[in-house]
């Protein structure tokens, strides 16, 4: 609960009207059957003070993620936006990533060839969320929120993913 508690702080988002509301209140953990499908990367945050390698594909500015009903994944990200034909051959492009959804809700990645897995929390929206001080929305129904974990399970980034359409 706490990771969760400083993914939203970090985030900036706030439940609307009341930001003293608990995180269970306008989301939950992950289940497989909400990761499937073509994600935007909405939001990308670092917590402060983090040094980020602007060139580094993680931190570009247009990022999409695959998941595949068959527990395949795909990260893509660009400095220009994507278009829809980039989008329909992203649901093609091969993959060498596995994905799972773990019992406490976690999204569990693993590349073809390296021994390690990458971690992250994974929460879906269930309630609108509204950022802190204004009216704009920030997360929508069925939004998820990724927060990557670091060594010793700090978090290192912060994504928020809007669904494009489904993938399988």
């Not at 609307?16 to 994600?39: E, N, S």
């Not at 204004?134 to 998820?144: E, I, K, P, R, S």
């Amino acid at each position: 609960m706490r990771r969760v508690l400083a993914a939203l702080a970090l985030v900036g988002l706030a439940a609307a009207p009341a930001a003293a509301q608990k995180p269970a209140d306008f989301m939950r953990r992950c289940q497989r059957k909400d990761l499937i499908g073509l994600w935007r990367v909405m939001r990308l945050n670092v917590p402060r003070g983090t040094a980020v390698d602007r060139s580094d594909p993680a931190y570009l500015t247009h990022q999409r993620y695959v998941f595949h009903a068959n527990a395949t994944m795909l990260f893509a990200s660009q400095e220009v936006p994507f278009t829809a034909d980039d989008q329909r051959a992203l649901l093609r492009a091969p993959t060498a990533t596995t994905w799972a959804v773990d019992a406490d809700g976690r999204l569990v990645r693993q590349h073809e060839g390296t021994p390690s897995v990458e971690k992250a929390d994974c929460m879906v929206m269930t309630r609108p969320v509204k950022e802190s001080g204004t009216t704009q929305l920030t997360a929508q129904v069925g939004d998820l929120l990724l927060t990557d974990e670091g060594t010793g399970g700090h978090p290192v980034t912060r994504r928020l993913l809007r669904k494009v359409r489904s993938a399988d």
